[in-house]
């Protein structure tokens, strides 16, 4: 399997470092780090980011809260279905969807796959149609409707490295597995994906800055760690996952590398690995502090 990593959205949210930790200009740079995951006779995608309604009508689908709070940059070219096609594939090639959860810097390219199935924890769709609580425009109606194709699942008792994970995703193959980590949301989960003799752990917003993960207390910028708190269904929840994750993350004999969605940093680093045979953790992840931000796809969109 081949495994490249896409940026399907920018966020620019006011705070510069305060919320990514190296921006210098008065807007943060946040990525929506999706994976296209290359099968033998199909395509995977993990998250889809925005999509190409999402670019044509933005405020009919995403909350003008959202729209503001975090600066959403929209092109087009970013979308999945424009990287999919720029990678020379067609979109019927997208036969799976595996979500780590529905909020709208997640969901929003799903329809632009309409006859895809759509993996995703069984809690996380109920609590997308449910839309209670303080966060509840977090969900947007508009970017779920007329989806049909919903494989959902509970939690099946089977362990991954410490996690609760499900193992056997409906015409998947085991190299792809729904890891349980709500917190941030009720049905919130990463997902793993085998690469070569390692894994990939795509943890979605289980943390939002590398800081988080790679020193042994939690380190975060303020607007991130502000935004994590206002997001969290169970922030108690959410940091317990968290704390798991950095011990694996830490842990010098992993071959797990992990990353989260937001991180530009990540993103990059693991762009500029694609494709090379490789070690995948930690030795990956050391890589990371060296790597050129500037190089990131979002980059050039970015308001400075
Ligand atoms: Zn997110």
Redesign the pocket.
């Known amino acids: 399997m081949r495994v490249h990593h896409l940026n399907c959205g920018l966020m620019c949210p006011p705070g510069g470092r305060l919320f990514d930790g190296f921006s210098r200009g008065a807007v943060g740079r946040l990525a ?1 780090h999706c994976l296209l995951v290359e099968m033998d006779d199909s395509l995977v995608l993990v998250d889809t980011g925005f999509g190409l309604k999402d670019v044509e009508a933005p405020h009919r689908r995403i909350s003008t809260f959202f729209l503001y709070l975090d600066n959403i940059q929209l092109e087009e070219e970013m979308t999945a279905l424009r990287q999919v096609e720029a990678l020379g594939y067609r979109p019927r090639d997208v036969q799976h969807i595996v979500m780590t959860h529905l ?1 709208f ?2 969901a929003g390219g799903l329809q632009d796959f309409p006859w895809a199935r759509i993996h995703v924890m069984e809690a996380e769709l109920e609590a997308a149609a449910r839309r209670s609580g303080p966060r509840e425009s977090r969900y947007s109606p508009e970017q779920l409707k007329g989806l049909r194709h919903w494989v959902t699942y509970g939690q099946d008792g089977a362990r991954w490295n410490g996690f609760r994970a499900v193992r056997a995703l409906e015409g998947l193959p085991p190299d792809i597995l729904l890891v349980s980590l709500p917190g941030h949301t009720e049905g919130h989960a990463g997902v793993a994906v085998q690469d070569g003799d390692g894994w990939l752990l795509h943890a ?2 289980s943390y939002f800055h590398r800081h988080e993960m790679d020193r042994p207390e939690r380190e975060c910028p303020l607007g991130a760690r502000a935004y994590q708190r206002l997001m969290a269904v169970d922030f108690d929840l959410h940091l317990e996952n968290q704390s798991r994750l950095r011990e694996l993350y830490r842990d010098p004999h992993s071959r797990i590398a992990v990353f989260c ?2 991180d530009l940093v990540e993103l990059a680093a693991l762009q500029g690995l694609e494709g090379r045979s490789r070690p995948v953790a930690p030795q990956a992840q050391r890589r990371r502090e060296e790597a050129a931000p500037s190089k990131a796809p979002g980059f050039s969109q970015a308001r400075q």
Do not use: I, L, S
Request: include cysteine; glycine fraction near 0%.
């Open positions: 929506c909020d810097d997640h979605a917003d969605t937001h």
